[in-house]
Every structure is written in structure tokens, then in C-alpha cells.
């Protein structure tokens, strides 16, 4: 067996940004790492609890995405820092974990937050052995009204040492960050009313006959005065400064709906209702719901039921273009990452890949946490070609660098999502060339969508930018 202190010289040396991290992270109690995904913010993290630790500090909890927890977190602790006792904590081994176990470290997801405050679970004593909350992807707590959100900030006041880190921290409103940076600092910094904040940063527009249908929009400058207000205890890295891999390339695919298709489109957007070709009739009852079946229309099906799109309620199939359009873009270049955002979207996917003997694994939210570690270990090795993965679900901290294309079958609204998916590729350890694909049908929301998602990126980058200088 490997002496642990010939372990420790192998153990390779902390970059320069991982050095610049650390060195703030030992002077702030409250910290912010908006750097880009694939810049490995976890090492310093886990560096500055474990110095503190061995100088007799108090236990740790980490708050982090399901998919995450051990392929993140749990091995790079085994990678970094042998000797750090850990245990990772799913739904089905929760109490088992926090009760019985003596660690260092407890590693858990977001949704945990409610079931930890909890005294039916976890007795108030408990958290008196803890002085550290490191929270990964914190807009998971972007909502501040949400019951896990409320917890989260009742589990983060009882810490000393507070940390989020995202590399998207405000990916559709400046709003977005208010209560990720309560979760540090109690409000010190953003203050402790959202209603007050929001009429600081942003102004309401009407957009609809009564004075109460409104929206807000982020102020012009409105990054800059909320980076005049965290960037002590802020620190940001982009990641083509810190690592150097072969650059990422965009292309677009533009395909024309087959006339069929197109007539249930331009129906469905001129009457807001579509008389399928098995006789129902698909009511919009808002304008909401009318864009999303646009949208699914566009991607070539559309659900019979309105109010739950992802259940098992049947959908039509229009068109199968689309999947023979992602098997013919995969088969031309080597592993690829394929995003999908309906149910309906993944059965097509598995259809066509079945139908060219395309070896693949799926990440969503039906998949068990098992099976999407085996399925990011048998696309590492390349034992598999593709990973058909839900934005929501595969978007975050996974490792997928024998890939080398990620491909959109659609587009989706959320900024945080697109960004973090497509840094599963493109992210450290990759030595290829990578590309990221839009397949866009012509003439329909989906050229609005990916236009409205550049605003909101640069909405984004533009706070990003300001944390970095």
C-alpha cells in the first residue's frame, strides 16, 4: 500500500488562481466564487475548511447539486486531501449519515436544506459541531420565498464560515443574486428587504391592461452598483485565463419545418389552438403556454396536456427530423453531449439512437444517482458514444472530457443551464478541439429564444466581467 506521505508529494500543486482563491478565502468569513464553470473551485474550498480544521475547527456541511455529490465533491477530497473523513448523504441514507456517522465533512443536495432544519430529523444541538457551510451552485437558492431557500439561510446563520460558489450567478436578473449573497453576509451588503433591493436595481414595466400585470427589468448600471457592494468578499476567474485548452467553437444548424409541421405552427401561433390529427383540441390558456407549444410544435411534438408536459400524458409526434438530424451530427464527430428539454424529445433521441446501434446513457431527473455516476464513468472511458442529458439535471459539476461536442436539440431559456452544460466538455482536462451545436428551426421561437438568451448572457457576463477586474 502507498504511504500516505509519498501520496501527498504526488498530489499536484494548486494553479495560480486556485493560489489567489485560497489566500482570500483565509482572510473572509462570507465568500463568493462567481468563477466560470471548469475553473475548480472545490480545491480551494475544501483547502481552507481542512486548514481550519486541523487547528481544531469545527465540521463542515456542503449544499450541492444530486448529480454531484460524490463525482465532485466526495472524489476530490479522495483526490486531494486523504485522510479527510467524509460521507455522502442521498434521501435514502440521510439520517444514517448525519447520526451515525462522526466525520469531517457531510455532503448533501440543495433540497436536503428543509428536511436538516428539521428537529424531527436532526436535533438543534446538532449544528453546534459545525462552523462551515459551503454551498455549491448557489442559485439554487436564487427564490428567496421558496421553503428550501428559507432553510438554507436558517442553516447558513448558524455557520461561521460561509461560501457559495456559480459561475452563473445571475443568469436571468440582477434579482438573482440578492438572496445568494444573504446567504453570506445577513444582508450587510444587499440588504435585508428583496422588495426594496429590486426598486434599487430594477424598474417596472406594464405589460398587460391592469396596473398590476408587470415586469421588472434590471436598470441599466445595475451590475455595476451590486459589484460596488460584494466585490470584498467576491472573487471571480474566467476560465479561458486559467486553463489552457484548445478553443470552443458554436455552430448553428438552421433545418426548415416540413409543411405538415409548419401548418400546425403557424396555427397554433395565429389561433392559439391546434386540431391535431387524432381529433383533440389543444387549448393555450395563456400567453406562456401558447410559447411553449411553439416551442414543442417546432421540436416536432406537442403534449396533450397543459398542465404537466413531463408526466406520462400522451404527446403527438409531428416530425422525427430533428433526431435524425442529432444522430447524423453525432456519428460525424466523436463522443457528444445531447441536450434535450421535453420527455418527448428523449424517447426520439432513444428511437433514432437505438435504430443506428448508437451505445448511449441518460441523465434526468427519472435517472436513479447510481446510474448517472456509471453512466459519466462509461462515457470517461469511452466505453459509450453519447449522453443524452436534461439541462436541469446534467448541467452541473459533471467531468465529460472525452466528449467533444455538445449539441442542443432545442433551445432553452434558462442562461444557467446553457452555460453550465456546455462546460461539462469544455472544462479542464480537455485537450480537443470542442463545439457546441444549436439546431434552430427557421422562421419560429427558436430564433427568439437563443436571441433573448444572448441578452441574458451578456446581462450576466457584464457582472461577471466587473467581479473579475
Given amino acids: 500500500m502507498t504511504n500516505i506521505k509519498d501520496f501527498i508529494r504526488e498530489i499536484p500543486p494548486y494553479d495560480e488562481h486556485q493560489d489567489e482563491t485560497l489566500a482570500l478565502l483565509r482572510k473572509q468569513n462570507c465568500f463568493f466564487d462567481t468563477s466560470d464553470p471548469g475553473t475548480a473551485k472545490t480545491r480551494p474550498a475544501l483547502a481552507?475548511?481542512?486548514?481550519?480544521?486541523?487547528?481544531?475547527?469545527?465540521?463542515?456541511?456542503?449544499?450541492?447539486?444530486?448529480?454531484?455529490?460524490q463525482p465532485a465533491w466526495g472524489n476530490e477530497i479522495d483526490k486531494f486531501f486523504p485522510g479527510t473523513s467524509y460521507m455522502v448523504a442521498y434521501a435514502t441514507n440521510r439520517k444514517k449519515a448525519f447520526l451515525?456517522?462522526?466525520?469531517?465533512?457531510?455532503?448533501?443536495?440543495?433540497?436536503?436544506?428543509?428536511?436538516?432544519?428539521?428537529?424531527?430529523n436532526i436535533p438543534k444541538k446538532y449544528w453546534k459541531d459545525f462552523d462551515t457551510i459551503i454551498i455549491d451552485e448557489s442559485t439554487a437558492y436564487?427564490?428567496?420565498?421558496?421553503?428550501?431557500?428559507?432553510?438554507?439561510?436558517?442553516?447558513?446563520?448558524?455557520?461561521?464560515?460561509?461560501?457559495?460558489?456559480?459561475?452563473?450567478?445571475?443568469?436571468?436578473?440582477?434579482?438573482?443574486?440578492?438572496?445568494?449573497?444573504?446567504?453570506?453576509?445577513?444582508?450587510?451588503?444587499?440588504?435585508?428587504?428583496?422588495?426594496?433591493f429590486r426598486s434599487i436595481v430594477c424598474e417596472?414595466?406594464?405589460?398587460?391592461?391592469?396596473?398590476?400585470?408587470?415586469?421588472?427589468?434590471?436598470?441599466?448600471?445595475?451590475?455595476?452598483?451590486?459589484?460596488?457592494?460584494?466585490?470584498?468578499?467576491?472573487?471571480?476567474h474566467k476560465f479561458e485565463d486559467c486553463v489552457d485548452i484548445p478553443p470552443n467553437k458554436i455552430t448553428e444548424?438552421?433545418?426548415?419545418?416540413?409543411?405538415?409541421?409548419?401548418?400546425?405552427?403557424?396555427?397554433?401561433?395565429?389561433?392559439?389552438?391546434?386540431?391535431?390529427?387524432?381529433?383533440?383540441?389543444?387549448?393555450?390558456?395563456?400567453?406562456?403556454?401558447?410559447?411553449?407549444?411553439?416551442?414543442?410544435?417546432?421540436?416536432?411534438?406537442?403534449?396533450?396536456?397543459?398542465?404537466?408536459?413531463?408526466?406520462?400524458?400522451?404527446?403527438v409526434v409531428l416530425d422525427d427530423g430533428r433526431y435524425e438530424l442529432v444522430m447524423d451530427l453525432a456519428e460525424a464527430r466523436k463522443q457528444c453531449i445531447v441536450a434535450f428539454n421535453w420527455r418527448h424529445q428523449r424517447l426520439g433521441l432513444e428511437r433514432a439512437a437505438d435504430k443506428r446501434g448508437r451505445k448511449y446513457r441518460v441523465i434526468d431527473g427519472t435517472v436513479p444517482d447510481k446510474l448517472r455516476i456509471e453512466a459519466v464513468d462509461l462515457f470517461q472511458a469511452g466505453e459509450i458514444d453519447d449522453i443524452y442529458a436534461h439541462p436541469q439535471s446534467g448541467?452541473?459539476?459533471?467531468?465529460?472530457?472525452?466528449?467533444?461536442?455538445?449539441?442542443?436539440?432545442?433551445?432553452?431559456?434558462?442562461?444557467?443551464?446553457?452555460?453550465?452544460?456546455?462546460?461539462?466538455?469544455?472544462?479542464a482536462g480537455q485537450t480537443m478541439k470542442t463545439e457546441t451545436i444549436h439546431i434552430i428551426a427557421r422562421n419560429t421561437c427558436d430564433e427568439q429564444v437563443y436571441s433573448k438568451l444572448g441578452k441574458k448572457l451578456t446581462s450576466m457576463q457584464l457582472l461577471l466581467d466587473l467581479l473579475q477586474s
Fill in 48 to 69: 481552507a475548511f481542512i486548514e481550519r480544521r486541523a487547528k481544531g475547527g469545527k465540521k463542515c456541511l456542503v449544499l450541492a447539486p444530486k448529480s454531484i455529490l
Fill in 100 to 120: 451515525d456517522y462522526d466525520c469531517d465533512i457531510y455532503i448533501t443536495n440543495h433540497d436536503a436544506a428543509k428536511w436538516l432544519m428539521d428537529t424531527k
Fill in 142 to 196: 436564487k427564490h428567496y420565498g421558496t421553503q428550501r431557500s428559507k432553510s438554507a439561510y436558517l442553516l447558513a446563520k448558524k455557520m461561521t464560515y460561509r461560501e457559495c460558489m456559480t459561475g452563473t450567478p445571475n443568469p436571468n436578473s440582477i434579482t438573482e443574486i440578492w438572496h445568494q449573497v444573504k446567504l453570506l453576509d445577513d444582508g450587510r451588503s444587499l440588504g435585508t428587504s428583496f422588495w426594496k
Fill in 204 to 236: 417596472p414595466r406594464q405589460t398587460g391592461p391592469s396596473i398590476n400585470h408587470l415586469t421588472w427589468e434590471d436598470k441599466p448600471g445595475a451590475e455595476v452598483a451590486v459589484y460596488d457592494k460584494i466585490e470584498e468578499f467576491t472573487i471571480r
Fill in 253 to 315: 444548424y438552421y433545418i426548415d419545418l416540413p409543411p405538415a409541421l409548419r401548418k400546425h405552427y403557424d396555427n397554433m401561433a395565429d389561433v392559439a389552438a391546434t386540431l391535431l390529427a387524432n381529433g383533440q383540441l389543444l387549448t393555450a390558456v395563456h400567453a406562456s403556454s401558447v410559447y411553449q407549444k411553439l416551442m414543442q410544435i417546432a421540436s416536432g411534438a406537442v403534449y396533450t396536456n397543459l398542465l404537466d408536459p413531463d408526466n406520462d400524458n400522451p404527446h
Fill in 395 to 427: 448541467g452541473h459539476g459533471l467531468t465529460l472530457t472525452k466528449g467533444t461536442t455538445t449539441i442542443w436539440t432545442s433551445p432553452t431559456y434558462n442562461a444557467e443551464f446553457y452555460k453550465q452544460l456546455n462546460h461539462r466538455i469544455y472544462r
